[in-house]
T-cell receptor, first 113, second 114 residues
């Protein structure tokens, strides 16, 4: 699985948008870009994933660069509950051979009231 | 629908003791995983089971064994605990599809080996 690079930490104000960047310059054509987050003292939880097109769900949006070498997770209105470590992970099918997630250091997001 | 459950939540062991961490999922997923997370670090895969009846080593399997008891349950055993195994252990499960795969994690077991 290709490597990802994220900033160690970011700060945001409550109710403002947050853009969390991820660089993956060695991404292959079949790698999906996944985002997970880990709230304090909890297990990771899935946030969103995509391949080429931008994706939206109830939690966040994922913007993928045209060359796919970078992506941005967008939280439209940060809340205090969004304070967590966010992991950007690349996954290469076929998933039925064992979905090994390679976790890096992630970005620790703090949200100020 | 409980998702992924793990027992125990906390455990203190002495060096050399053995124990089994239990994990169960009620989502009818084929794949299950055991990860460990050391302080300030990301998760590392210990073992995984792509389907019932199969298990495979991950990044850090030494000192551990696993059993995929049935489709629901996947246990992790420490035969002779060492202080280096002090960590938080997470179990996860997933179901793959052509559109991708989402892993669901349990709440974790915090293990301290003295």
């Amino acid at each position: 699985d290709a490597k990802t690079t994220q900033p160690n930490s970011m700060e945001s104000n409550e109710e403002e948008p947050v853009h969390l960047p991820c660089n993956h310059s060695t991404i292959s054509g079949t790698d999906y870009i996944h985002w997970y987050r880990q709230l304090p003292s909890q297990g990771p939880e899935y946030v969103i994933h995509g391949l080429t097109s931008n994706v939206n769900n109830r939690m966040a949006s994922l913007a993928i660069a045209e060359d796919r070498k970078s992506s941005t997770l967008i939280l439209h209105r940060a809340t205090l509950r969004d304070a967590a470590v966010y992991y950007c992970i690349l996954r290469d099918p076929p998933y039925n051979q064992g979905g090994k997630l390679i976790f890096g250091q992630g970005t620790e997001l703090s949200v100020k009231p | 629908n409980a998702g992924v459950t793990q027992t125990p939540k906390f455990q203190v062991l002495k060096t050399g003791q053995s124990m089994t961490l239990q994990c169960a999922q009620d989502m009818n997923h084929n794949s299950m995983y055991w990860y460990r997370q050391d302080p300030g670090m990301g998760l590392r895969l210990i073992y995984y089971s792509a389907s019932e009846g199969t298990t495979d080593k991950g990044e850090v399997p030494n000192g551990y064994n696993v059993s995929r008891l049935n489709k629901r349950e996947f246990s992790l055993r420490l035969e002779s605990a060492a202080p280096s195994q002090t960590s938080v252990y997470f179990c996860a499960s997933s179901e793959a599809s052509l559109r991708g795969e989402t892993q669901y994690f349990g709440p974790g077991t915090r293990l301290l080996v003295l």
